[in-house]
């Protein structure tokens, strides 16, 4: 298997995995080059090619974790800039909000 072959297959997984952990679009392109680097340094280490998705995710998730620590280390993180936030609010929460004025306005009886 070509290193061509696996990250055409891949690329796209591995950028989808990025977005769900890092907000900022410009720090997924970024890491996903990195990947792509290390794949390419690494490629050739691999035993089982069965096992190159699984392989390459943990490639992407040290990667992560690398870029976190590294800015912790600079500054500290902003609320808008880390990738895990609160739930937005249910659809049945926010239809309760424009409903409850009708609710009101109904007569007592």
């Known amino acids: 298997?070509?290193?061509?072959?696996?990250?055409?297959?891949?690329?796209?997984?591995?950028k989808?995995?990025?977005h769900a952990n890092v907000s900022n679009p410009a720090d997924v392109d970024d890491l996903l080059q990195e990947i792509l680097i290390?794949?390419?340094q690494n490629f050739s280490q691999?035993?089982?090619?069965?096992k190159v998705k699984s392989w390459l995710f943990q490639v992407a998730n040290r990667c992560i974790i690398d870029f976190?620590?590294?800015r912790?280390?600079?500054d500290k993180l902003e609320n808008n800039e880390l990738w895990y936030t609160q739930a937005s609010e249910s659809i049945?929460?926010?239809?309760a909000a424009c409903i409850s004025p009708f609710i009101y306005a109904l007569p007592s009886e």
């Open 92 to 95: 049945h929460q926010q239809l």
């Open 72 to 74: 912790g280390q600079d």
């Open 1 to 14: 298997m070509k290193i061509e072959q696996v990250w055409h297959q891949y690329r796209q997984s591995l």
């Open 46 to 50: 691999l035993q089982d090619h069965s």
């Open 68 to 70: 976190y620590r590294q």
């Open 16 to 18: 989808a995995f990025l």
């Open 38 to 40: 290390k794949t390419y």
